[in-house]
């Protein structure tokens, strides 16, 4: 049986440099105790929004200018900046000036070396023969690869500073060869590395023949640190972050109500990432689940507390809810039409234009007349899904609304009257439910209520099926 862990370290906690060493790399560890352990690394946080774009206000970074300009000007700027700013960030972490320098020049040859490319990318794209837009993922990944490249180097320097063995582990593709699949590019990194001695330091960005931008985008460093668990099989996977998997945001339920889950199971993570609130991407947790490696979510700043050990096969000892989440700025989109009546082909096509424009959906309610799917996307998408519909259905009669989606999770939600207490709990606190869906599985209930109840709907439902009972819930020791 493997006796080392894959632990991935989000961007957050990768900015505070002092608690990732001390509270999960020595964590009061004995000298020897160490190792065994892989660590993927995310880039610090703020700098992917500033090489690509932002993840929330979807300002622009280098990426966004590149792809949207035929001028070099504005994206080579922005570049220019971030450069400075890494320097900064390594300023900060170095107090040894010699080591700074190797940090920056590090850095320095990445960024220029990606200038250089772009520079001769759109040389080569002012020709007739060339498109930009079919060079352009491949541009967003070697962008986005900087990020953990620069993260990944500045913490191996720093541990083999203070005498540990550690070892940067490179997946970024830099100046590499030939592309390989991930799995085999994982297979030959650590071949040659000896865990029981060595600390391995990873990129979460690995450039392979599958692009794991193209299917998981900014979720790409969760499957890097999937596939490295799986190929080395690992005891178990640990993903380290700012905060505990709990039972409510404490943002919007009081940090005191509020209780880390201790234990669930995957089925529940992947209703979370549903709803955006991803402890992992489904796709990740595919394989762990396949392959029976447990994952523990950790905060990295309460490294006494065990956190949430998500296994394949938990279910709770007693049926109850786990977890009140949901999301925000959902839009329903509607899509009602007489003609559909016994026409089984009109949920896929409404389906077929979701996928054309990528938009993912969180749930969906149907009648016989009626079809509405709910989805998380921008409004300049949703105009443009409404003109597709009213294409494909020229008779139906197509509306939209901006609303939220709130849901109460659980590894078994078996519970006589649950969804009646859930409606009588919202409706006593006088927020209309707009919608709402169980499925026969027992492990999730979504509630559609207007957007400016979605706090309110969180905190209600959190202190009806949780706060009576949040004492049952199970602490795992580590």
Known sequence: MAEHTVEKIGGTSMSDYT??????????????????????????????????????????????????????????????????????????????????????????????????CLLDLQRLCSYGHFQLEDHLLTVRE?????????????????????????????????????????????????????????????????????????????????????????????????????YHLSSADPKIVDAEKVVPLGRTNYDVADQLANLGMEAIHPRAAKGMRQADIPLRLKNTFEPEHTGTLITRDYVSEKPQVEIVAGMRHVFGIEVFDQDMLGEPGADRKFLEILSRFKVHFVSKDTNANTITHYVDTSLRNVKRLVKALEEVFPSAEISTRKVAMVSAIGSDMQVPGLLATAVNALQDAEIPVLAMHQCMRQVDMQFVVEESDYERAIATLHGKLIEPHKHEYAIVAA
């Open 142 to 242: 070697m962008l986005a690869g900087i990020g953990e490249a620069h993260s990944a180097f500045n913490t191996t320097l720093l541990l083999q500073n203070e005498g540990y063995n550690a070892r940067l582990v490179d997946l970024t593709g830099w100046r590499d060869t030939e592309t390989l699949p991930l799995d085999e590019k994982v297979s030959q990194a650590f071949d040659k590395i000896d865990l029981s001695r060595e600390l391995a330091i990873v990129t979460g960005y690995a450039q392979c023949k599958e692009g794991l931008m193209r299917t998981f985008d900014r979720g790409y460093s969760e499957m890097t640190f999937s596939r490295i668990a799986c190929m080395t099989e690992a005891r178990e996977a640990v993903i380290h972050k700012e």
């Open 19 to 116: 608690a990732v060493r001390d509270n999960i790399i020595l964590a009061n560890r004995e000298e020897g105790d160490v190792y065994n352990r892989i660590f993927v690394v995310s880039a610090y946080g703020g700098v992917t929004d500033r090489l690509l774009e932002h993840k929330k206000s979807g300002d622009a970074g280098v990426y966004a200018l590149f792809s949207q300009s035929d001028s070099d000007w504005a994206w080579g700027d922005e570049l220019t900046k971030l450069s400075k700013y890494l320097c900064e960030i390594n300023e900060e972490l170095f107090g040894d000036e010699l080591l700074s320098q190797q940090a920056d020049q590090f850095i320095a040859e990445r960024i220029e070396g990606v200038r250089n």
